[in-house]
């Protein structure tokens, strides 16, 4: 069976097809930039329909296959942007409706840890996502995913942003803060705020921007805002594995690409006895081979929709259903 996979939920429209064996035959992604400021969300659903023609036909080019070789469609049905998640939810209709394929509403944040579990040895493991818009630990729990911490204002990727346009940093400023990072030396200070299993950034933010209205350097800045922030997400996620006896730590979401972040957790994965896993760049970002995946998962389940079931939920929640496709307590594959 080869599922295409159609993900829209924000800046990035992403189309990527996968067999049953969790092969990733192709996976093309555009992402919508602003010229100037944040996303739009109306600019960002407009990108994805001029796009979706051009990018739907490199993916089946890559994979050497025709719209007829599909067996199953699969969209991000959400969390997300509106307009974004209802532009390519309309996609996915027409392709179901006119190749007389079955579709699936697939959740952005499950199909994060579902790329991962298919494509590292992790088989039950603590998901701690960081994106631009989200920043969540994530796992599995009697029968279902929950949220075991999130972030209570902005994505720990959209601070990075915030503080890199205050540096003058190109979007997406993760990668020029990562890079600035090294060459710092003190550790300012930051508020480290941490409650419960919960985070919060925006006080980190308005910190930030004033240590840099006081002439504070750009490397210790970034050295500070790194070393804090991933400090309090590498805290939340050990505490959700301790909680949960979890022996397996995954990550997803851009902000995983980060290389401090990566040792910081490895660090805390290996003191406890247990492991760390990271996909590659290509499926950690938002793309359309998680969606298409988590689509063979949950077909498989017997979870197709309906037509009339395929509206978009902005707000969809990743404890909203069952995913009865994972075995708690597996041992890494
Ligand atoms: P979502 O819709 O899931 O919130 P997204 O649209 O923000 O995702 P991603 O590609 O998953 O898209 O993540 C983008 C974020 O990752 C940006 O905020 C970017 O600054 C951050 N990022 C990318 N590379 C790095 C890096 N090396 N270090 C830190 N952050 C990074
Ligand atoms: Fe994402």
Same mark, same amino acid.
């Given at each position: 069976?080869?599922?295409?996979?159609?993900?829209?939920? #924000?800046?990035?429209?992403?189309?990527?097809?996968?067999?049953?064996?969790?092969?990733?035959?192709?996976?093309?992604g555009?992402m919508?930039?602003?010229? /100037?400021?944040?996303?739009?969300?109306?600019?960002a659903?407009?990108?994805?329909?001029?796009?979706?023609?051009?990018?739907?036909?490199?993916?089946?080019?890559? #994979?050497?296959l025709?719209?007829?070789?599909?067996?199953?469609?699969?969209?991000?049905?959400?969390?997300?942007?509106g307009?974004?998640?209802?532009?390519?939810?309309?996609?996915?209709? +027409?392709?179901?409706?006119?190749?007389?394929?079955?579709?699936?509403?697939?959740?952005?944040?499950? #199909?994060?840890?579902?790329?991962?579990?298919?494509?590292?040895? +992790?088989?039950?493991?603590?998901?701690?996502?960081?994106?631009?818009?989200?920043t969540?630990?994530?796992?599995? #729990?009697?029968?279902?995913?929950?949220?075991?911490?999130?972030?209570?204002?902005?994505?720990?990727?959209?601070?990075?942003?915030?503080?890199g346009?205050?540096?003058g940093? %190109?979007?997406?400023?993760?990668p020029?803060i990562?890079?600035r +990072?090294?060459g710092?030396?003190?550790?300012? %200070?930051?508020?480290?705020?941490?409650?419960?299993?919960?985070?919060?950034?925006?006080?980190?933010?308005?910190?930030?921007?004033?240590l840099?209205?006081?002439?504070?350097?750009?490397?210790?800045?970034?050295?500070?805002?790194?070393?804090?922030?991933?400090?309090?997400?590498?805290?939340?996620a050990?505490?959700?594995?301790?909680?949960?006896?979890?022996?397996?730590?995954?990550?997803?979401?851009?902000v995983?690409?980060?290389?401090?972040?990566?040792?910081?957790?490895?660090?805390?994965?290996?003191?406890?006895?247990?492991?760390?896993?990271? %996909?590659?760049?290509?499926?950690?970002?938002?793309?359309?081979?998680?969606?298409?995946?988590?689509?063979?998962?949950?077909?498989? +389940?017997?979870?197709?929709?309906?037509?009339?079931?395929?509206?978009?939920?902005?707000?969809?929640?990743?404890?909203?259903?069952?995913?009865?496709? /994972?075995?708690?307590?597996?041992?890494?594959?």
């Amino acid at each position: 069976m080869r599922c295409l996979g159609l993900e829209g939920t #924000a800046h990035t429209l992403g189309i990527g097809i996968v067999d049953d064996g969790g092969r990733v035959l192709a996976n093309r992604g555009e992402m919508y930039r602003p010229d /100037v400021g944040g996303i739009h969300p109306r600019e960002a659903a407009n990108h994805h329909a001029d796009r979706l023609r051009p990018v739907l036909r490199a993916t089946l080019r890559e #994979a050497d296959l025709q719209l007829r070789d599909l067996d199953l469609i699969a969209f991000s049905q959400g969390p997300g942007l509106g307009p974004s998640l209802r532009t390519v939810a309309t996609a996915a209709r +027409a392709l179901s409706l006119s190749l007389g394929l079955p579709i699936v509403g697939v959740n952005h944040c499950i #199909a994060h840890v579902e790329i991962g579990r298919a494509v590292t040895p +992790a088989r039950d493991p603590v998901l701690l996502y960081l994106s631009g818009g989200n920043t969540q630990v994530i796992s599995h #729990a009697r029968g279902r995913y929950r949220v075991l911490g999130e972030t209570l204002d902005i994505g720990l990727g959209n601070l990075l942003d915030k503080v890199g346009r205050t540096l003058g940093f %190109p979007f997406p400023a993760g990668p020029e803060i990562e890079r600035r +990072a090294r060459g710092g030396k003190e550790l300012l %200070p930051l508020p480290y705020s941490v409650k419960g299993m919960d985070v919060a950034f925006s006080g980190i933010l308005t910190a930030a921007q004033a240590l840099r209205a006081k002439d504070a350097s750009v490397e210790d800045l970034c050295f500070s805002l790194q070393e804090t922030t991933f400090a309090m997400v590498t805290e939340v996620a050990e505490r959700a594995m301790a909680h949960l006896g979890k022996k397996e730590i995954l990550l997803g979401g851009g902000v995983a690409c980060n290389e401090r972040l990566r040792t910081m957790v490895g660090a805390m994965a290996k003191a406890r006895e247990t492991r760390m896993f990271v %996909p590659p760049k290509t499926l950690c970002v938002d793309n359309g081979a998680m969606i298409a995946w988590t689509g063979i998962l949950m077909h498989n +389940a017997g979870l197709d929709l309906a037509i009339e079931e395929t509206e978009v939920h902005q707000n969809m929640r990743t404890d909203a259903a069952e995913a009865p496709w /994972v075995t708690e307590g597996a041992e890494p594959g």
